[in-house]
Each structure stands twice: as C-alpha cells, then as structure tokens.
Antibody
C-alpha cells in the first residue's frame, strides 16, 4: 500500500525556518518524482514545487511565491522527501501536502497524497 | 501561468441526482487535466487524469470529458460520500495550477 506521511509542521515566527519531511512507503521511492502543495486557511490548493527522480537528475521547480526561500530535496536511501522553508512569512501559513507523481504518457500528475501537516507562521 | 476557472462555486444536489462540474482553462492544456476530490482533514484523492481516465479504484459514476480549454466532471448519481470540494488541475506546464474549487453540498 502506497503511503505518504508529512511531519515537521508547527507554529513558528516570521523570518524563521522550518523543515518538513514526507516519509513514504509501499513503492519504489527513487523511481518517482515528488511534489509539494499547500492549502492556506479558507483557500484552494496551491502547487509549491517538485523534485524529479534521479533519472532526471533530481532537478527542481518552484512556484514564484516560494522561489529562493523554499528548497526541496530527497533522500532516496530513506524514502523521504524534504521541504526546507526559510524566511517564512505569515502568508505561508497553510497545510502542506506531499504527493507522488506518476507518468501519464510522459506528463506527470500527482496520484497519491499525504494527509498534510499544518504550518502556522505568526508573531 | 495557466488560470483555471471552475463553475459553479457551490453546487447543491440531492443524493441520487446527477452533478455536472465545469473547468475552463485560460489557454489550451490539451488533455493534461485532472480532477481531485478533497474532504476536510483528508488527503486529496485523484479521480480523473488525462481529462477522462478514471484513476485506480474510482467508481464508474465519476466521468470526465473535454480537451483544450473546456472540461467537465460528471457524477452520475451522487452518493453520501461524494459531498466534498472538487478541484481541477492542469499538469500541462509549470507552474502547475488548480481551479478555485467547486463545493458539492447536500440539497
């Protein structure tokens, strides 16, 4: 069974850092690209970024709203993806989700998602 | 970025009735369009990808159609567990984007 579990969320102050983890099981983690998404209170889903698999050089893409502040990485030996969030702002307050990307004829869409971890940025 | 506009924002439907949700893209996304169901406190659930392909384990009452800029998700006979928020999502290009969601509520 495919499982993704996010952790590392919590309350922090503006300007501080936080690192989220996405612990996975039930699939060959190293073969898949992974994405992070978020949902701010009362808002819809927002894509945060992606890290491709080793086969695609573990390259990354980010939303403009988090570029240069957030970094996605992965540890294929431990089946974990990370989201390092620096210089946090109040508007980064959200539930953060990780997901697995699967190939739809070469286009990549998120199939399995975790249940999310809440990040609250407040002074 | 590609803007996705969903309508209506809220859909009130009685159990057993048909629900039709729309998603319009600001530019063509071919068929790289997915639909997700999202309930509070739960992981989003992939229903449809490739505009019309049901994901693994999704009941046949869910169907998707469309290509280019106009897409539809149809739930043929609403069950109690189907009341949720539904999002369309394009994976044609970066950045990935979502519609603002359609809430399907009990009439």
């Amino acid at each position: 069974e495919v499982q993704l579990v996010e952790s590392g969320g919590g309350l922090t102050q503006p300007g501080r850092s936080l690192r989220l983890s996405c612990i996975t099981s039930g699939f060959t983690f190293g073969a898949y690209s992974m994405s992070w998404f978020r949902q701010a209170p009362g808002r819809g889903l927002e894509w945060v970024g992606v890290i491709r698999s080793k086969a695609y050089s573990r390259t990354t893409e980010y939303a403009a709203s988090v570029k240069d502040r957030f970094t996605i990485s992965r540890d294929d030996s431990k089946n974990i993806a990370f989201l390092q969030m620096n210089s946090l702002r109040t508007e980064d307050t959200a539930v953060y989700y990780c997901s697995r990307l699967f190939s739809d004829n070469g286009d990549y869409v998120s199939d399995y998602w975790g249940q999310g971890t809440l990040v609250t940025v407040s002074s | 970025e590609i803007v996705l506009t969903q309508s209506p924002a809220t859909l009130s439907v009685s159990p057993g009735e048909r629900a039709t949700l729309s998603c319009r893209a600001g530019q063509s996304v071919s068929t790289t369009l997915a639909w997700y169901q999202h309930k509070p406190g739960q992981a989003p659930r992939l229903l449809i990808y490739g505009a019309s392909t049901r994901a693994t384990g999704i009941p046949a009452r869910f169907s998707g159609s469309g290509s280019g800029t106009d897409f539809t998700l149809t739930i043929s006979s609403l069950q109690s567990e189907d009341f949720a928020v539904y999002y369309c999502h394009q994976y044609y290009t970066w950045p990935r984007t979502f519609g603002q969601g359609t809430k399907v509520e009990i009439k």
